[in-house]
């Protein structure tokens, strides 16, 4: 029997081609997963290239490559210069990041990312973190839980919802995914009951992983990181990513405010490659409907 997919990735050829991958580079794909940009990068390397993955969840690390152009870093991206540091390495040409949940996770319920099965309130990437999904549930007051469903989720009745779940766990602790829907349940419409499930397990799942933080200190290090002319390539599936990942691309901040220099040009540490967000095609989404809401963002290291 075969194995079930890890996770198809998205956007391949046109992240690929945005990279521009030297054979002789060193590049950096700060969310190996389950190896699939890994692997199309190494075909395109040199005897004398490398590339570096970074992935802080040990199943990752059991898909990982051997190949001796090819270094697993099991660590949070947000520590990719340190770890570059000590691999003696200063400047890469290239960096990736692909932002989406990998298949692994949404379909495996011991990991809780999903409303789909009957499993423990977990969501965490790295399974050594001390934060889950239900000690969130069960510790954040009323007005958190409210917050992180608004800002992170979008839910327009995050307040209700929140109300709900602080009520049911004075009476029993809710530890599963299952327990969770079924509390939340007469809040979300019928018509959108899988989209607003789904936004509200994005939102807790962004706040037990910290997600946009670290994306933030990936963006900021890329800075220092890349070599001038070396490119970024972010991919991102809901707007609170693309963003940030617009707004420092073109600003060089991430509140999208552009700075000045003394004759009025932005100075921004990026340029865009692409200046329309690049999207999946049709082909693309019927092959692999995960990444229907990707978006792949190009940006180059500018000289400054």
């Not at 327009?156 to 049911?168: C, D, F, H, P």
Request: glycine fraction near 6%.
């Amino acid at each position: 029997m075969p194995e079930p997919t890890y996770h198809i990735p998205a956007l391949l050829e046109q992240t690929l081609d945005g990279l521009n991958i030297h054979p002789d580079g060193v590049y950096l794909d700060c969310t190996y997963g389950g190896g699939g940009h890994s692997r199309a990068i190494l075909e395109r390397l040199s005897p004398l290239g490398h590339l570096y993955g970074i992935d802080q969840d040990r199943d990752a690390w059991k898909q990982r490559i051997i190949d001796k152009r090819f270094t697993f870093v099991l660590s949070n991206f947000a520590y990719m210069r340190n770890f570059m540091r000590y691999y003696e390495v200063d400047h890469v040409d290239g960096i990736l990041a692909d932002l989406g949940v990998s298949f692994h996770h949404f379909d495996d319920s011991r990991r809780g990312f999903s409303f789909r099965f009957d499993g423990e309130l977990d969501m965490r990437m790295n399974q050594a973190a001390s934060c889950d999904a239900k000690q969130i549930i069960a510790s954040y007051s009323e007005e958190q839980l409210a917050n992180i469903m608004y800002l992170y989720g979008e839910l327009r009745q995050s307040r209700a919802i929140a109300a709900a779940i602080v009520k049911a766990r004075a009476k029993q602790p809710i530890l599963t995914t299952a327990r969770l829907v079924e509390v939340v349940s007469p809040y979300i419409k019928p018509a959108r009951e899988k989209q607003e499930l789904a936004q509200l397990f994005q939102a807790l799942r962004i706040e037990v992983n910290n997600e946009l933080d670290v994306l933030r200190r990936l963006l900021n290090q890329s800075r220092k990181l890349l070599r001038p002319g070396g490119r970024l390539a972010i991919i991102t599936y809901h707007s609170l990513e693309d963003r940030l990942v617009k707004n420092f691309i073109r600003t060089g901040n991430f509140e999208g405010r552009p700075e000045k220099d003394f004759y009025g040009r932005v100075n921004a540490p990026f340029e865009p490659v692409n200046n329309r967000v690049i999207t999946p095609d049709d082909d693309e989404i019927q092959r692999n409907p995960r990444s229907r809401s990707a978006k792949l963002r190009i940006a180059q290291r500018t000289e400054n």
